[in-house]
Protein backbone atom coordinates (compact mmCIF):
# COMPACT_ATOMS: atom_id res chain seq x y z
CA UNK A 1 0.00 0.00 0.00
CA UNK A 2 1.04 3.17 -1.01
CA UNK A 3 1.48 6.52 1.72
CA UNK A 4 -0.04 8.00 -1.03
CA UNK A 5 -3.82 7.52 -1.08
CA UNK A 6 -5.87 8.27 -4.22
CA UNK A 7 -9.13 7.48 -5.69
CA UNK A 8 -8.74 4.69 -7.88
CA UNK A 9 -11.04 5.49 -10.83
CA UNK A 10 -12.83 9.61 -11.38
CA UNK A 11 -15.01 10.51 -13.90
CA UNK A 12 -16.11 13.68 -15.96
CA UNK A 13 -18.92 14.62 -18.33
CA UNK A 14 -16.95 16.95 -21.16
CA UNK A 15 -16.50 19.97 -20.44
CA UNK A 16 -17.09 19.94 -16.88
CA UNK A 17 -14.81 20.18 -13.77
CA UNK A 18 -13.52 17.17 -12.09
CA UNK A 19 -11.15 17.61 -8.67
CA UNK A 20 -8.48 14.42 -8.29
CA UNK A 21 -7.33 13.84 -4.71
CA UNK A 22 -4.12 12.47 -3.37
CA UNK A 23 -4.13 11.77 0.56
CA UNK A 24 -1.31 11.61 3.20
CA UNK A 25 0.02 13.11 6.06
CA UNK A 26 3.25 14.11 4.21
CA UNK A 27 0.99 16.37 2.44
CA UNK A 28 0.46 18.61 5.80
CA UNK A 29 4.27 19.23 5.12
CA UNK A 30 5.58 18.72 1.51
CA UNK A 31 3.91 19.74 -1.37
CA UNK A 32 2.91 17.37 -3.89
CA UNK A 33 3.74 16.89 -8.01
CA UNK A 34 1.56 14.98 -10.39
CA UNK A 35 1.72 13.31 -13.14
CA UNK A 36 -0.26 12.50 -16.49
CA UNK A 37 0.43 9.22 -18.09
CA UNK A 38 -1.25 7.83 -21.27
CA UNK A 39 -1.45 4.22 -22.51
CA UNK A 40 2.10 3.21 -23.58
CA UNK A 41 3.75 6.13 -22.99
CA UNK A 42 5.88 7.52 -20.28
CA UNK A 43 4.47 10.14 -17.61
CA UNK A 44 4.51 13.61 -17.96
CA UNK A 45 4.67 16.50 -14.61
CA UNK A 46 1.32 18.55 -15.15
CA UNK A 47 1.50 20.26 -11.66
CA UNK A 48 4.71 20.74 -9.16
CA UNK A 49 4.65 23.59 -5.87
CA UNK A 50 2.03 25.40 -4.85
CA UNK A 51 -0.11 25.34 -8.30
CA UNK A 52 2.65 25.33 -11.14
CA UNK A 53 2.17 24.34 -14.74
CA UNK A 54 5.44 23.14 -16.67
CA UNK A 55 5.70 24.75 -20.24
CA UNK A 56 3.13 23.76 -22.62
CA UNK A 57 0.54 21.89 -19.88
CA UNK A 58 -2.89 24.03 -20.71
CA UNK A 59 -4.18 26.62 -17.88
CA UNK A 60 -6.93 24.01 -17.54
CA UNK A 61 -4.98 21.85 -15.15
CA UNK A 62 -4.41 23.20 -11.84
CA UNK A 63 -3.11 22.37 -8.15
CA UNK A 64 -4.18 22.94 -4.46
CA UNK A 65 -3.63 21.92 -1.08
CA UNK A 66 -5.38 21.56 2.20
CA UNK A 67 -4.53 19.95 5.24
CA UNK A 68 -3.23 16.50 4.75
CA UNK A 69 -4.87 16.44 0.69
CA UNK A 70 -3.26 18.01 -2.69
CA UNK A 71 -5.75 18.23 -5.36
CA UNK A 72 -5.69 18.52 -8.94
CA UNK A 73 -8.24 20.15 -10.83
CA UNK A 74 -9.14 20.26 -14.71
CA UNK A 75 -11.20 23.17 -15.39
CA UNK A 76 -13.35 21.77 -18.66
CA UNK A 77 -11.70 18.50 -18.84
CA UNK A 78 -11.29 17.55 -22.54
CA UNK A 79 -11.52 14.13 -24.12
CA UNK A 80 -7.62 14.24 -24.52
CA UNK A 81 -7.67 14.53 -20.22
CA UNK A 82 -8.28 11.25 -20.56
CA UNK A 83 -5.24 9.29 -18.65
CA UNK A 84 -4.12 7.87 -15.31
CA UNK A 85 -2.71 10.53 -13.50
CA UNK A 86 -0.23 10.22 -10.32
CA UNK A 87 0.63 12.06 -7.22
CA UNK A 88 4.03 12.31 -5.98
CA UNK A 89 6.48 13.46 -2.14
CA UNK A 90 7.88 12.49 0.05
CA UNK A 91 6.94 10.20 2.07
CA UNK A 92 5.87 9.99 6.02
CA UNK A 93 9.61 9.97 6.97
CA UNK A 94 10.60 12.97 5.08
CA UNK A 95 13.61 10.76 3.67
CA UNK A 96 12.37 8.78 0.74
CA UNK A 97 10.06 9.57 -1.78
CA UNK A 98 6.47 8.18 -3.25
CA UNK A 99 4.10 7.63 -5.48
CA UNK A 100 0.38 7.08 -4.84
CA UNK A 101 -1.41 4.55 -6.47
CA UNK A 102 -2.76 6.52 -9.49
CA UNK A 103 -6.18 7.79 -10.58
CA UNK A 104 -7.56 6.41 -13.78
CA UNK A 105 -9.74 9.44 -15.36
CA UNK A 106 -12.57 8.63 -17.30
CA UNK A 107 -13.95 11.68 -19.42
CA UNK A 108 -17.57 11.29 -20.52
CA UNK B 1 16.53 19.95 -24.99
CA UNK B 2 16.62 17.65 -22.33
CA UNK B 3 16.59 13.67 -23.12
CA UNK B 4 17.13 10.63 -21.36
CA UNK B 5 17.16 7.30 -22.72
CA UNK B 6 17.11 3.53 -20.90
CA UNK B 7 19.21 0.94 -22.06
CA UNK B 8 19.65 -2.90 -21.03
CA UNK B 9 18.49 -6.51 -21.47
CA UNK B 10 15.10 -6.75 -22.13
CA UNK B 11 14.79 -10.69 -20.64
CA UNK B 12 16.32 -11.39 -17.24
CA UNK B 13 16.89 -14.85 -15.20
CA UNK B 14 15.16 -15.42 -12.17
CA UNK B 15 17.99 -14.92 -9.09
CA UNK B 16 20.10 -12.84 -11.96
CA UNK B 17 21.05 -9.51 -11.42
CA UNK B 18 18.98 -6.64 -14.10
CA UNK B 19 21.69 -3.63 -15.23
CA UNK B 20 20.13 -0.59 -17.11
CA UNK B 21 21.74 2.67 -18.22
CA UNK B 22 20.53 6.08 -18.65
CA UNK B 23 22.24 8.25 -21.27
CA UNK B 24 21.25 11.57 -20.75
CA UNK B 25 21.58 14.46 -23.39
CA UNK B 26 20.96 18.12 -23.17
CA UNK B 27 21.51 18.65 -19.39
CA UNK B 28 24.36 17.69 -17.27
CA UNK B 29 24.10 15.03 -14.36
CA UNK B 30 26.61 16.91 -12.40
CA UNK B 31 23.59 19.31 -11.90
CA UNK B 32 20.02 17.86 -10.45
CA UNK B 33 19.21 14.78 -9.00
CA UNK B 34 18.23 11.63 -11.12
CA UNK B 35 15.90 8.82 -10.50
CA UNK B 36 15.04 5.85 -11.56
CA UNK B 37 11.11 4.46 -11.28
CA UNK B 38 9.31 1.25 -12.26
CA UNK B 39 6.03 0.49 -13.51
CA UNK B 40 4.54 -3.06 -13.47
CA UNK B 41 2.24 -4.05 -16.41
CA UNK B 42 -0.79 -2.23 -15.65
CA UNK B 43 0.14 -1.29 -12.52
CA UNK B 44 1.14 1.76 -10.66
CA UNK B 45 4.53 3.91 -10.41
CA UNK B 46 6.92 2.86 -7.74
CA UNK B 47 9.73 5.38 -6.73
CA UNK B 48 13.01 3.18 -6.90
CA UNK B 49 15.90 5.71 -5.98
CA UNK B 50 18.04 8.33 -6.81
CA UNK B 51 21.96 9.57 -7.51
CA UNK B 52 22.53 13.47 -7.02
CA UNK B 53 24.89 15.25 -8.72
CA UNK B 54 27.37 14.79 -5.95
CA UNK B 55 26.73 11.12 -6.32
CA UNK B 56 24.72 10.70 -2.82
CA UNK B 57 22.39 7.92 -3.62
CA UNK B 58 18.92 7.27 -1.61
CA UNK B 59 16.74 4.27 -2.15
CA UNK B 60 13.23 2.94 -1.43
CA UNK B 61 13.26 1.12 1.57
CA UNK B 62 11.41 -1.91 -0.17
CA UNK B 63 14.27 -2.24 -2.30
CA UNK B 64 17.29 -0.89 -0.37
CA UNK B 65 18.60 -4.44 -0.08
CA UNK B 66 19.25 -5.29 -3.63
CA UNK B 67 19.45 -1.75 -5.30
CA UNK B 68 22.49 0.00 -6.43
CA UNK B 69 23.30 3.58 -8.29
CA UNK B 70 25.76 4.69 -9.42
CA UNK B 71 27.02 7.61 -11.79
CA UNK B 72 29.45 7.94 -15.29
CA UNK B 73 30.05 11.47 -15.33
CA UNK B 74 32.63 11.59 -18.20
CA UNK B 75 29.87 9.23 -20.11
CA UNK B 76 26.86 11.54 -18.69
CA UNK B 77 24.90 8.29 -17.66
CA UNK B 78 23.61 6.67 -14.28
CA UNK B 79 23.20 3.02 -13.80
CA UNK B 80 20.65 1.17 -11.83
CA UNK B 81 21.75 -2.53 -10.72
CA UNK B 82 18.94 -4.31 -9.17
CA UNK B 83 20.03 -8.14 -7.99
CA UNK B 84 18.13 -11.48 -6.94
CA UNK B 85 15.45 -10.39 -9.17
CA UNK B 86 12.46 -12.58 -9.60
CA UNK B 87 9.33 -12.49 -11.44
CA UNK B 88 7.85 -9.77 -8.95
CA UNK B 89 10.67 -7.36 -10.98
CA UNK B 90 9.05 -7.16 -14.24
CA UNK B 91 8.12 -3.75 -14.97
CA UNK B 92 8.59 -0.93 -17.12
CA UNK B 93 11.98 0.89 -15.49
CA UNK B 94 11.80 4.80 -16.40
CA UNK B 95 15.09 6.95 -15.39
CA UNK B 96 13.97 10.63 -14.73
CA UNK B 97 15.92 14.01 -14.00
CA UNK B 98 14.80 15.64 -10.85
CA UNK B 99 14.27 18.46 -9.75
CA UNK B 100 14.21 20.03 -6.06
CA UNK B 101 12.41 22.26 -4.35
CA UNK B 102 11.65 20.36 -1.07
CA UNK B 103 9.84 17.82 -3.05
CA UNK B 104 10.58 15.71 -5.72
CA UNK B 105 9.52 17.21 -9.05
CA UNK B 106 10.10 14.45 -12.46
CA UNK B 107 10.78 17.37 -15.13
CA UNK B 108 11.87 15.01 -17.63
CA UNK B 109 11.33 10.83 -18.13
CA UNK B 110 12.67 8.73 -20.58
CA UNK B 111 10.67 6.30 -22.78
CA UNK B 112 10.86 3.26 -20.37
CA UNK B 113 12.45 0.23 -21.06
CA UNK B 114 10.48 -3.25 -20.45
CA UNK B 115 12.56 -5.96 -18.17
CA UNK B 116 11.23 -9.22 -17.95
CA UNK B 117 12.05 -11.87 -15.62
CA UNK B 118 11.68 -15.21 -16.85
CA UNK B 119 13.40 -17.92 -17.06
Known amino acids: SSELTQDPAVSVALGQTVNITCQGD??????ASWYQQKPGQAPILVIFGKNSRPSGIPHRFSGSNSGNTASLTITGAQAEDEADYYCNSRDSSGDHWVFGGGAKLTVL | QVQLQESGPGLVKPSETVSLTCTVSGASISSYYWSWIRQPPGKGLEWIGY???????NYNPSLRSRVTISDDKSKNQFSLKLNSVTAADTAVYYC?????????????WGQGTLVTVSS
Open chain 2, 96 to 108: ARVLWSGHPIFDY
Open chain 1, 26 to 31: SLRTYF
Open chain 2, 51 to 57: IDYSGRT
